[in-house]
Protein backbone atom coordinates (compact mmCIF):
# COMPACT_ATOMS: atom_id res chain seq x y z
CA UNK A 1 0.00 0.00 0.00
CA UNK A 2 1.09 3.52 -0.62
CA UNK A 3 0.59 6.26 2.04
CA UNK A 4 -2.51 7.66 -0.04
CA UNK A 5 -3.83 4.02 0.58
CA UNK A 6 -4.10 3.20 -2.61
CA UNK A 7 -2.04 0.32 -4.22
CA UNK A 8 1.00 1.09 -5.44
CA UNK A 9 -1.09 -0.33 -8.79
CA UNK A 10 -3.15 2.31 -8.99
CA UNK A 11 -0.62 5.39 -7.98
CA UNK A 12 1.09 4.41 -10.98
CA UNK A 13 -1.82 4.11 -13.32
CA UNK A 14 -3.27 7.42 -12.18
CA UNK A 15 0.01 9.40 -12.41
CA UNK A 16 0.07 7.64 -16.47
CA UNK A 17 -3.25 8.70 -16.84
CA UNK A 18 -3.32 12.13 -15.74
CA UNK A 19 -2.56 13.49 -19.05
CA UNK A 20 -5.63 11.55 -20.54
CA UNK A 21 -8.87 13.08 -18.45
CA UNK A 22 -10.84 10.18 -20.25
CA UNK A 23 -8.78 7.53 -19.96
CA UNK A 24 -8.67 9.09 -16.29
CA UNK A 25 -12.60 8.83 -15.39
CA UNK A 26 -12.72 5.62 -16.88
CA UNK A 27 -9.94 3.76 -14.28
CA UNK A 28 -11.82 5.54 -11.50
CA UNK A 29 -14.85 4.19 -12.59
CA UNK A 30 -14.12 0.66 -12.75
CA UNK A 31 -11.20 1.01 -9.72
CA UNK A 32 -13.28 0.53 -5.93
CA UNK A 33 -9.97 1.35 -4.83
CA UNK A 34 -10.06 5.21 -6.50
CA UNK A 35 -13.74 5.83 -6.20
CA UNK A 36 -13.20 5.29 -2.29
CA UNK A 37 -9.77 7.48 -2.48
CA UNK A 38 -11.45 9.93 -4.26
CA UNK A 39 -14.66 10.29 -1.88
CA UNK A 40 -12.40 10.46 1.01
CA UNK A 41 -10.73 13.66 -0.79
CA UNK A 42 -14.10 14.98 -1.39
CA UNK A 43 -15.35 14.66 2.62
CA UNK A 44 -11.71 16.04 3.25
CA UNK A 45 -12.34 18.92 1.14
CA UNK A 46 -15.98 19.75 2.64
CA UNK A 47 -15.05 19.15 6.33
CA UNK A 48 -12.00 21.58 5.39
CA UNK A 49 -14.96 24.35 4.31
CA UNK A 50 -17.01 23.75 7.14
CA UNK A 51 -14.15 24.64 9.73
CA UNK A 52 -14.70 28.21 8.59
CA UNK A 53 -18.58 28.13 10.07
CA UNK A 54 -17.08 26.75 13.20
CA UNK A 55 -15.75 30.08 15.39
CA UNK A 56 -13.10 30.16 17.87
CA UNK A 57 -13.21 32.78 20.62
CA UNK A 58 -11.51 35.57 21.16
CA UNK A 59 -10.18 35.79 24.82
CA UNK A 60 -12.31 37.83 26.98
CA UNK A 61 -10.71 41.69 26.82
CA UNK A 62 -9.34 41.62 23.56
CA UNK A 63 -12.09 44.30 22.55
CA UNK A 64 -11.17 46.63 25.34
CA UNK A 65 -7.09 46.20 24.78
CA UNK A 66 -7.64 47.38 21.42
CA UNK A 67 -10.33 50.04 22.51
CA UNK A 68 -7.01 51.31 25.11
CA UNK A 69 -4.50 51.07 22.19
CA UNK A 70 -6.10 52.92 20.09
CA UNK A 71 -6.56 56.04 21.67
CA UNK A 72 -3.62 57.77 21.56
CA UNK A 73 -2.84 56.72 17.72
CA UNK A 74 -3.00 59.08 14.83
CA UNK A 75 -5.98 57.78 12.87
CA UNK A 76 -6.85 61.22 10.82
CA UNK A 77 -5.17 61.18 7.02
CA UNK A 78 -4.50 64.35 6.79
CA UNK A 79 -2.59 64.83 10.19
CA UNK A 80 -0.24 61.68 8.49
CA UNK A 81 -0.11 63.57 4.91
CA UNK A 82 0.97 66.43 6.85
CA UNK A 83 3.59 65.39 8.88
CA UNK A 84 5.02 63.42 5.89
CA UNK A 85 4.86 66.64 3.69
CA UNK A 86 7.10 68.22 6.74
CA UNK A 87 9.23 65.31 6.98
CA UNK A 88 10.20 65.99 3.20
CA UNK A 89 10.53 69.27 3.81
CA UNK A 90 13.32 69.08 6.53
CA UNK A 91 15.01 66.90 4.36
CA UNK A 92 15.55 69.05 1.47
CA UNK A 93 16.33 71.63 4.04
CA UNK A 94 19.16 69.70 5.39
CA UNK A 95 20.58 68.91 2.23
CA UNK A 96 20.15 72.60 0.75
CA UNK A 97 22.29 73.73 3.72
CA UNK A 98 24.86 70.36 3.48
CA UNK A 99 25.40 71.66 -0.26
CA UNK A 100 25.88 75.40 0.87
CA UNK A 101 28.27 74.51 3.21
CA UNK A 102 29.91 72.44 0.95
CA UNK A 103 30.25 75.09 -1.86
CA UNK A 104 31.69 77.76 0.87
CA UNK A 105 34.08 75.04 2.24
CA UNK A 106 35.27 74.63 -1.62
CA UNK A 107 35.18 77.99 -2.37
CA UNK A 108 37.24 79.21 0.78
CA UNK B 1 -18.66 35.95 5.50
CA UNK B 2 -20.52 39.00 5.01
CA UNK B 3 -21.26 41.55 7.95
CA UNK B 4 -24.27 40.20 9.79
CA UNK B 5 -25.86 43.56 9.63
CA UNK B 6 -25.06 45.44 6.30
CA UNK B 7 -26.81 48.93 7.56
CA UNK B 8 -25.24 48.98 10.76
CA UNK B 9 -22.24 48.05 9.65
CA UNK B 10 -22.19 50.87 6.90
CA UNK B 11 -23.16 53.72 9.64
CA UNK B 12 -21.18 52.01 11.65
CA UNK B 13 -17.85 52.61 9.32
CA UNK B 14 -18.62 55.90 8.49
CA UNK B 15 -18.22 57.26 11.96
CA UNK B 16 -15.29 54.99 12.28
CA UNK B 17 -13.56 56.25 9.23
CA UNK B 18 -14.22 59.51 10.87
CA UNK B 19 -12.48 59.13 14.19
CA UNK B 20 -15.66 57.99 16.37
CA UNK B 21 -13.44 55.28 18.61
CA UNK B 22 -16.72 54.28 19.58
CA UNK B 23 -17.91 53.29 16.26
CA UNK B 24 -14.39 51.45 15.79
CA UNK B 25 -15.03 49.59 19.06
CA UNK B 26 -18.36 48.18 17.96
CA UNK B 27 -16.97 47.23 14.93
CA UNK B 28 -13.67 45.22 16.73
CA UNK B 29 -16.49 43.49 19.19
CA UNK B 30 -18.30 42.45 16.22
CA UNK B 31 -15.77 40.86 13.82
CA UNK B 32 -13.35 39.99 17.09
CA UNK B 33 -13.85 36.60 16.95
CA UNK B 34 -14.35 35.95 12.88
CA UNK B 35 -10.55 38.10 13.16
CA UNK B 36 -8.91 36.16 16.03
CA UNK B 37 -10.37 32.57 14.49
CA UNK B 38 -8.86 33.14 11.54
CA UNK B 39 -5.44 34.55 13.05
CA UNK B 40 -5.35 30.99 15.33
CA UNK B 41 -5.73 28.91 12.28
CA UNK B 42 -3.16 30.59 10.39
CA UNK B 43 -0.48 30.62 13.55
CA UNK B 44 -1.79 27.63 15.63
CA UNK B 45 -1.39 29.26 18.69
CA UNK B 46 -3.36 31.06 21.44
CA UNK B 47 -1.41 33.87 22.46
CA UNK B 48 0.15 34.61 19.18
CA UNK B 49 -3.09 34.64 17.78
CA UNK B 50 -4.35 37.39 19.93
CA UNK B 51 -1.72 39.70 19.69
CA UNK B 52 -1.95 39.16 16.18
CA UNK B 53 -5.85 39.87 16.53
CA UNK B 54 -5.04 42.91 18.68
CA UNK B 55 -2.61 43.85 16.11
CA UNK B 56 -5.05 43.44 13.11
CA UNK B 57 -7.21 46.07 14.87
CA UNK B 58 -4.80 48.75 15.88
CA UNK B 59 -3.48 48.21 12.06
CA UNK B 60 -7.18 48.38 10.66
CA UNK B 61 -7.58 52.11 12.79
CA UNK B 62 -4.68 53.61 11.46
CA UNK B 63 -5.45 52.24 7.97
CA UNK B 64 -9.44 53.42 7.74
CA UNK B 65 -9.34 56.17 6.63
CA UNK B 66 -7.76 55.02 3.26
CA UNK B 67 -10.57 51.95 3.24
CA UNK B 68 -12.60 52.75 -0.08
CA UNK B 69 -15.35 50.17 0.60
CA UNK B 70 -14.39 48.33 -2.68
CA UNK B 71 -14.52 44.90 -0.43
CA UNK B 72 -16.64 43.67 2.34
CA UNK B 73 -15.33 44.99 5.81
CA UNK B 74 -14.42 41.69 6.59
CA UNK B 75 -12.57 41.09 3.53
CA UNK B 76 -10.14 43.80 4.06
CA UNK B 77 -10.26 42.89 8.24
CA UNK B 78 -9.23 39.17 6.70
CA UNK B 79 -6.21 40.70 4.19
CA UNK B 80 -4.64 42.89 7.49
CA UNK B 81 -4.98 39.58 9.73
CA UNK B 82 -3.21 37.40 6.99
CA UNK B 83 -0.51 39.95 6.95
CA UNK B 84 -0.13 40.49 10.05
CA UNK B 85 -0.35 36.65 11.39
CA UNK B 86 2.33 36.48 8.39
CA UNK B 87 4.95 38.80 10.03
CA UNK B 88 4.48 37.70 13.90
CA UNK B 89 4.49 34.18 12.93
CA UNK B 90 7.85 34.63 11.25
CA UNK B 91 8.95 36.70 13.92
CA UNK B 92 8.16 33.93 16.79
CA UNK B 93 8.32 30.18 14.30
CA UNK B 94 7.37 28.13 17.22
CA UNK B 95 4.65 26.19 18.53
CA UNK B 96 3.22 25.77 21.58
CA UNK B 97 1.16 22.28 21.40
CA UNK B 98 -0.40 22.94 25.47
CA UNK B 99 -2.01 26.22 24.24
CA UNK B 100 -3.01 24.98 20.83
CA UNK B 101 -4.75 21.87 22.79
CA UNK B 102 -6.33 24.20 25.04
CA UNK B 103 -8.00 26.59 22.15
CA UNK B 104 -8.88 23.48 20.49
CA UNK B 105 -10.98 22.41 23.62
CA UNK B 106 -13.17 26.00 23.64
CA UNK B 107 -13.49 25.89 20.07
CA UNK B 108 -14.96 22.64 20.45
CA UNK B 109 -17.07 24.01 23.61
CA UNK B 110 -18.21 27.17 21.47
CA UNK B 111 -18.94 25.15 18.25
CA UNK B 112 -23.20 25.41 17.50
CA UNK B 113 -24.42 22.11 18.45
CA UNK B 114 -23.72 19.55 15.76
CA UNK B 115 -26.41 18.91 13.11
CA UNK B 116 -24.03 16.62 11.05
CA UNK B 117 -23.52 13.01 12.20
CA UNK B 118 -20.99 12.14 14.83
CA UNK B 119 -18.36 10.60 12.16
CA UNK B 120 -18.40 13.81 10.33
CA UNK B 121 -17.46 15.84 13.60
CA UNK B 122 -15.18 13.29 14.70
CA UNK B 123 -13.78 13.88 11.00
CA UNK B 124 -13.64 17.41 12.22
CA UNK B 125 -12.01 17.03 14.85
CA UNK B 126 -9.22 14.96 13.81
CA UNK B 127 -9.19 17.55 10.71
CA UNK B 128 -8.21 20.72 13.01
CA UNK B 129 -5.39 18.69 14.96
CA UNK B 130 -4.06 17.60 11.38
CA UNK B 131 -4.33 21.46 10.00
CA UNK B 132 -2.80 22.32 13.34
CA UNK B 133 0.18 20.17 12.54
CA UNK B 134 1.29 21.34 9.24
CA UNK B 135 4.36 23.51 8.58
CA UNK B 136 3.29 26.96 8.31
CA UNK B 137 3.63 27.80 4.94
CA UNK B 138 1.59 24.74 4.13
CA UNK B 139 -0.72 25.37 6.98
CA UNK B 140 -1.52 29.06 5.39
CA UNK B 141 -2.29 27.77 1.89
CA UNK B 142 -4.99 25.24 3.37
CA UNK B 143 -6.45 27.72 5.61
CA UNK B 144 -7.01 30.53 3.23
CA UNK B 145 -7.91 28.68 -0.04
CA UNK B 146 -9.66 25.30 1.55
CA UNK B 147 -11.36 26.63 4.59
CA UNK B 148 -11.70 30.90 3.80
CA UNK B 149 -12.38 29.59 0.01
CA UNK B 150 -9.64 32.61 -1.34
CA UNK B 151 -8.70 32.21 -5.23
CA UNK B 152 -4.80 30.85 -5.39
CA UNK B 153 -4.26 34.74 -6.60
CA UNK B 154 -5.39 35.61 -3.62
CA UNK B 155 -3.43 33.35 -1.48
CA UNK B 156 -0.09 34.00 -3.38
CA UNK B 157 -0.28 37.49 -3.25
CA UNK B 158 -1.05 37.43 0.64
CA UNK B 159 1.69 35.11 1.12
CA UNK B 160 3.78 36.66 -1.63
CA UNK B 161 4.32 34.19 -3.51
CA UNK B 162 4.03 32.81 -6.66
CA UNK B 163 0.43 31.00 -7.94
CA UNK B 164 2.73 28.24 -8.99
CA UNK B 165 4.19 27.74 -5.43
CA UNK B 166 0.66 28.35 -4.01
CA UNK B 167 -0.68 25.67 -6.01
CA UNK B 168 1.99 23.24 -4.93
CA UNK B 169 2.16 24.08 -1.49
CA UNK B 170 -1.53 23.00 -1.28
CA UNK B 171 -1.32 19.81 -3.51
CA UNK B 172 1.63 18.81 -0.66
CA UNK B 173 -0.91 19.92 2.34
CA UNK B 174 -3.70 18.11 1.36
CA UNK B 175 -1.84 15.07 0.16
CA UNK B 176 -0.22 15.50 4.12
CA UNK B 177 -3.69 15.84 5.80
CA UNK B 178 -5.17 13.15 3.47
CA UNK B 179 -1.99 10.30 4.40
CA UNK B 180 -2.67 11.49 8.15
CA UNK B 181 -6.56 11.30 8.31
CA UNK B 182 -6.22 8.12 6.38
CA UNK B 183 -3.51 6.22 8.43
CA UNK B 184 -5.28 7.22 11.68
CA UNK B 185 -8.62 5.71 10.43
CA UNK B 186 -7.27 2.49 8.53
Sequence with gaps: ?108 | MADRNPIDSAELLDRARGGDEGAFNELVRSHQHEVFSLAFRLLGNYELAADAAQETFIRAWRALPRFRGDAALSTWLHRITVNTSWTLGKRARRHSAATLDEAILLDDASAPTPESSAETAELGGRLRAAVSELPDPQRAVVVLKDIYGWSHAEVAKALDISVTAAKVRLHRARRRLKEKLWREVD
Design chain 1, 1 to 108: MAGSGLSIGCVVRSHLLAADPGRHDAHIDECLRCQAEAARYRTMLRSLAALQDTVVPAPAGLASAVGAHIGGLDHDPRKAAGREVAVAAAGVVAVASALALWRRTISA
